[in-house]
């Protein structure tokens, strides 16, 4: 009896968690479509045409993010609460430098955003999977699972060669970063994080992922959609030719703005997309540092595995990712 209310009791938890993250990005829509119709109006009739445009690129970013945050942020509950860590110390090899391939290539098929990556990699370090495993999981999880690969796809629908480049350079940079920590990597460093009190598994543990998930990273994107708006309407073109005139300075701009906006790997496509100014090259870099390194990332590796790891690892994430874009740029691009 006792089991079937607490089954009852968590149905209930992630029907209603469903339910507002499918209300809520339905009015995320709504609220965005209808500033895309009223705000370029309302922009020209104070003779505001540049606020028109801001209304424009950033109600476009929010309407084509918010379905593949809504599916990312499902799925990434799913996986949390009904699959059972142990699945992943059973499939990984004992060899570090054989696992650290492995469970980065697990990103495919086992997505996640990066909010949730950084828990579960500490619950993997837990169970007793290698750090290094872990962290090259925490690093290709949110960068090249499907739902970021396809919205990279309809973001880029012309460029089907712009979502090969984003899994080489993602999954290499996941895989260089594992065996450099496997190689270089000090236990003082690194502080294990401690089980959390509210985790659990079944429903009750789904809905609960769902809603925080959608939550959080709903609001980044609304952030980085309005930052990135920001930046294509009030940044003057000539402080930008500086910049795309530059191979080099044109990524290395990017690959810093990608940390500051903090936007959702579900949707930084679309971010990328329209900073149509830039190199291919650049924009790649864009998405393949974005998951990896943000600021909303570094704070959260400082609060679970300690400030000593967060400020190395994200330094070298960052190198190695704008490097990885760069080669792959240069093949692919």
């Not at 045409?49 to 801001?54: C, D, F, G, N």
């Not at 060669?161 to 190689?183: I, Y």
Request: aromatic content about 8%; some cysteine; proline content about 5%.
């Amino acid at each position: 009896m006792e089991n079937q209310r607490n089954m009852a009791d968590g149905l209930r938890i992630a029907v209603r968690a469903l339910v507002y993250a499918v209300v809520g990005g339905a009015a995320l829509i709504a609220i965005a479509t209808v500033a895309s119709v009223l705000g370029p109006t309302l922009a020209l009739d104070l003779y505001t045409p540049p606020v028109a445009a801001w209304w424009t690129v950033f109600t476009a970013i929010t309407v084509q993010g918010v379905p593949f945050l809504l599916l990312g942020t499902v799925v990434s509950a799913a996986i949390g609460a009904f699959v059972p860590e142990r699945v992943f110390t059973r499939l990984l090899p004992r060899n570090q430098a054989l696992a650290v391939p492995l469970a980065g290539a697990a990103g495919v098929v086992l997505p996640g955003c990066e909010c949730a990556s950084v828990p579960v990699a500490g619950s993997l370090m837990r169970r007793g999977v290698a750090p290094a495993a872990a962290l090259a999981f925490l690093l290709s999880a949110p960068a090249i699972n499907p739902v970021v690969l396809v919205a990279t796809s309809l973001a880029f629908p012309a460029q089907p060669e712009m979502v090969l480049g984003r899994l080489v350079a993602s999954l290499a940079t996941a895989v260089v970063m594992g065996w450099l920590w496997a190689r270089f990597g000090r236990e003082e460093w690194l502080r294990l994080p401690k089980a959390a009190a509210h985790s659990g598994k079944g429903l009750r543990a789904f809905g609960a992922g769902l809603e925080h998930d959608f939550l959080h990273a709903g609001g980044f994107l609304v952030l980085g959609a309005g930052a990135a708006a920001t930046f294509n309407i009030a940044v003057p073109r000539s402080v930008l030719d500086l910049f795309t005139g530059s191979a080099w300075l044109s990524v290395l701009l990017l690959a810093v703005l990608a940390v500051v906006l903090c936007v959702c790997s579900e949707a930084d496509a679309f971010v990328a997309a329209s900073l149509s100014g830039f190199s291919p090259t650049a924009r790649l870099a864009f998405m393949v540092v974005g998951p990896m390194v943000d600021l909303k990332l570094i704070a959260l590796q400082a609060g679970t595995f300690g400030r000593a790891f967060a400020v190395r690892f994200s330094a070298v994430t960052w190198v190695v990712a704008v490097l990885s874009s760069v080669l792959v740029g240069w093949w692919l691009l």
